[in-house]
């Protein structure tokens, strides 16, 4: 008696179906998911897709043709960075032998690039005000903020809500539009155990009209530490690192090394907004300030690993020899409208008509919730219709905006290198 043979649409094992699909380069786990996803579905020719759907989930590098410099859904500021594999000195000191400071190398070469006594380094900014009010302001003493900056950064960071968490005190001052040294003052007379005065950036709004706000050098004339949360992290107003000096875009941007001269005892600013590092978050300034937040169980919770540590020093290092312009955020942010259409011209031209690409004039905005309202002239690449799918289809995926029914490549935020991934993805929209 011989076994009958299965019958023609009998499904195949999930362990065949994934094995079939080795080819993917996904771990046997993942494919097994996807077979068995298939399967269930009634549809094993599906389970291709489904691999691809899954593998699509996974963290890769992209194409920014937003013309956003800094796009939070795409990692903020674009940075190579690269471990040999080795283990670091992270926390030995190499001439003792000794147990060294995390805080040596990276937080050390920021706070010099800065003229600043000290600097620490955690994972966010959210993460360096919240260990400041903890460590300066905990147990309840109170914390004087103005009114008019009482703000919401995005991603569930409210000033209020992360003063309640950190133990401070919210000390309101002022009013929205107007906020005099003397409100500060009312506030010290009233309290007692004022520990600080907070000053907040206003990132990604502004206010305009009947406005009146404190300078940060009137503030340090009044006696508590002044904490300055910059947030966009600008190094130095004068934008040494680049060759034509700050871009008009920046005028009204405070910068740190300016806001520590003009007074305050600590600025805190992320990583990866306009100082072009990795996620991180810095606390500089004074150095017993800086200690007391190294010392508060917080910062053991908050403090990133070697590989955002080496990135960073890289970084400070970057703008310590004025080179910092050739970090990717400077170059793509400095490079030249000219230069960014001659690239246009020569993707459309070797488009030869195909998918119907266009050059066009556009604007780059700095995003990351920093300087809201400006728009930098930029050129780039358009074709019609919405096509922003298939882009992201593409392997690397390319990301473009919508704009008047026409999908927009700008060059600002792209890579000239991957200018020919560029053309290769229109191409194939194209059909050619
Ligand atoms: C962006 C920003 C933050 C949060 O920074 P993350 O690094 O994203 O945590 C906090 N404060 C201000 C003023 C900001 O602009």
Redesign the pocket.
């Known amino acids: 008696m011989s076994n009958p043979s299965p019958a023609p649409d009998r499904p195949p094992s999930v362990d065949q179906l994934a094995r079939s699909l080795a080819d993917t380069g996904l771990p046997h786990p993942l494919l097994v998911d996807a077979a068995r996803e298939a399967i269930a579905a009634g549809d094993p020719g599906s389970a291709r897709s489904a691999a691809a759907a899954r593998a699509r989930t996974m963290l890769q590098p992209v194409v920014n043709a937003t013309g956003v410099l800094l796009h939070t859904n795409l990692g903020r500021a674009p940075l190579a960075a690269s471990t040999d594999g080795r283990a670091s000195n992270i926390e030995l000191d190499l001439a003792s032998g000794k147990r060294g400071s995390r805080t040596a190398h990276a937080g050390a070469l920021l706070a010099r690039a800065m003229d600043a006594e000290a600097a620490i380094v955690v994972n ?4 360096a ?1 919240l260990l400041t009010l903890a460590a300066l302001a905990g147990g309840g003493r109170g914390v004087a903020v103005s009114r008019g900056e009482l ?1 919401e ?1 995005g991603g569930g ?1 409210r000033v209020p809500d992360v003063m309640a968490q950190s133990g401070a005190r919210l000390v309101e001052v002022g009013t929205t539009n107007r906020t005099r040294a003397a409100d500060y003052r009312g506030a010290m007379d009233a309290e007692d155990d004022l520990a600080l005065l907070l000053k ?2 206003r ?1 990604n709004y502004t206010i305009s009209g009947f406005t009146e706000e404190t300078s940060v050098a009137a503030l340090a004339q009044l006696g508590p530490p002044v904490v300055v ?4 992290g600008l190094l130095d107003a004068g934008c040494p690192w680049l060759d034509h000096g700050p871009p008009s875009w920046l005028a009204e941007e405070p910068a740190a090394k300016q806001t520590l001269k003009a007074g305050a005892d600590l600025v805190l600013f ?1 990583g ?2 306009l100082l072009g590092g990795p ?1 991180a ?1 810095v606390i500089a300034g004074r150095a017993d300030l800086v200690r007391a937040c190294a010392a508060h169980p917080l910062y053991r919770a908050f403090r990133p690993g070697a590989l955002v540590l080496s990135a960073l020093q890289d970084v400070a290092l970057a703008y310590l020899d004025r080179s910092a312009g050739r970090l990717p955020f400077w170059r793509m942010a400095a490079a030249e409208v000219d230069d960014l259409e001659s690239r246009a011209h020569r993707i459309v031209e070797t488009l030869a008509g195909s998918a119907g690409a266009e050059v066009v004039s556009c604007a780059s905005v700095p995003g990351g ?2 300087l809201p309202g400006v728009e930098i002239p930029s050129a780039g690449v358009a074709v019609a219709g919405d096509r922003t799918a298939e882009l992201r289809a593409w392997s690397p995926p390319v990301i473009a905006r919508v704009e008047d029914d026409r999908t927009i490549l700008d060059l600002r935020t792209v890579e000239p290198d991957d200018d020919e991934v560029v053309v290769a993805a229109l191409r194939d929209l194209g059909g050619a």
Request: charged share 15%.
């Open positions: 966010n900014c959210a993460a005000v703000v950064i960071f907040v950036h990132s949360d910059l947030g966009s992320s990866d907004k996620q978050g919730g920093t």
